[in-house]
Nanobody
Framework: QVQLVESGGGLVRAGDSLRLSCAASGRTIGNVAMGWFRQAPGKEREFVAAISWWIGRSTNYADSVKGRFTISRDNATNMVFLQMNRLKPEDTDVYYC?????????????????WGQGTQVTVSS
């Protein structure tokens, strides 16, 4: 079992930055890829970013956030981060981190097993 707790969300203005954190406990996450997804009310949960199990190995981003968001991880502390720059109103969602069933950075929700409770990000125009 893995417990994931996201933090760092909040209300910001367009153009601002936020850094989301995801703390994992229960077992090490160092041997699996990690991902961030987001979901708006009434919509499907969509892929945002993923990082492979080894720091610096490979990452994957949704086209909508490429160049603005950066995913990173610290395996020593069992933490995953999402740096979000130049935020837009359309980035407003609940953001979830998740552990992957694989070591490479997958984009499909079904490739992830454990999920956090989410953190709300609201970007005003």
């Amino acid at each position: 079992q893995v417990q994931l707790v996201e933090s760092g969300g909040g209300l910001v203005r367009a153009g601002d930055s936020l850094r989301l954190s995801c703390a994992a406990s229960g077992r090490t996450i160092g041997n699996v890829a990690m991902g961030w997804f987001r979901q708006a009310p009434g919509k499907e949960r969509e892929f945002v970013a993923a990082i492979s199990w080894w720091i610096g190995r490979s990452t994957n981003y949704a086209d909508s956030v490429k160049g603005r968001f950066t995913i990173s991880r610290d395996n020593a502390t069992n933490m995953v981060f999402l740096q979000m720059n130049r935020l837009k109103p359309e980035d407003t969602d609940v953001y979830y981190c998740a552990t992957s069933l694989y070591r490479d950075p997958r984009v499909t929700r079904a490739d992830y097993d454990y999920w956090g409770q989410g953190t709300q990000v609201t970007v005003s125009s």
